[in-house]
């Protein structure tokens, strides 16, 4: 079976029982799938780790919480003029700070020294004329930096992000020394078999609703929803942290 197709699959299995609410007989899932007569040869191969396999199947979810407890966790995205560090430049930041049943959001648009490209304003659906009145990005980091201490940064391709971040945080004074795990990381161990690990590859895979435009808000809320489903499928049943399943 094709894995993204294997994928989806077991995902439906997962919204089934979170509907539900409770755990449920392998006949009764076998629905969530279409599926009449035995249903154990093609629904036990589908259940990764985020099920609890047995008589009734449920989710490990209901049985402990992420992120780990005593790991507060922030999940950040940028959005910038280009991809060159040092050239292009922020003008969106966004993140949510997760720290035990705490949920802390924070989103601001950037103003650059230059509008960015009509290119970049039809992928982000930011306009040049929101940025005029946005403020510099050293406001925006000074209101985010506290939100950022003692946590776990998650970052989808996290590199690209860095490349930004740190040098702009450096050239206000400030260090950046949190722990980082790169959600692509986390999905390649999780999902194997796909033949690509960008956002809209992972959302399909999932069955997440399609992106309509590229915001750094959104895109934590994605990113958090695919870390959510591998965070199960990695720890199946034995908790961690994230800075434990990064490495």
């Known amino acids: 079976m094709d894995p993204a197709f294997r994928?989806?699959?077991?995902?439906?299995?997962?919204?089934?029982?979170?509907a539900e609410g409770r755990p449920l007989p392998l006949p009764l899932l076998g629905e969530a799938l279409g599926l009449r007569g035995p249903v154990a040869p093609v629904v036990g191969p589908l259940l990764d780790g985020r099920?609890?396999?047995g008589e009734e199947v449920g989710l490990w979810e209901w049985r402990y919480p992420f992120p780990h407890p005593g790991e507060p966790v922030v999940l950040l995205d940028l959005e910038?003029?280009?991809?060159?560090?040092?050239?292009?430049?922020?003008?969106?930041?966004?993140?949510v700070r997760l720290e035990g049943k705490e949920r802390r959001a924070f989103q601001s648009l950037v103003r650059p020294s230059r509008p960015p490209s009509p290119f970049v304003q039809n992928l982000t659906g930011i306009k040049a004329s929101e940025l005029e009145e946005a403020p510099p990005?050293?406001?925006?980091?000074?209101?985010?930096?506290p939100l950022l201490q003692g946590a776990t940064l998650v970052i989808h391709n996290a590199s690209f992000d860095l490349s930004f971040l740190r040098p702009a945080l450096e050239g206000m004074g400030l260090g950046l020394a949190n722990p980082v795990v790169d959600s692509i990381r986390l999905a390649k161990r999780a999902l194997r078999g796909l033949r690509r690990y960008g956002l809209d590859a992972l959302s399909a895979v999932l069955e997440l609703p399609p992106r309509r435009e590229h915001r750094a808000l959104a895109d934590v809320e994605r990113t958090l929803a695919v870390v959510y489903e591998v965070y199960y499928m990695l720890t199946s049943g034995s908790p961690r942290s994230l800075v434990e399943l990064g490495r």
């Open 137 to 145: 990005l050293e406001e925006v980091l000074a209101q985010a930096y």
């Open 80 to 95: 910038t003029t280009g991809l060159a560090p040092g050239m292009s430049e922020i003008i969106e930041l966004a993140l």
């Open 7 to 18: 994928f989806r699959l077991a995902t439906r299995l997962a919204r089934r029982l979170r």
């Open 51 to 53: 099920f609890i396999p």
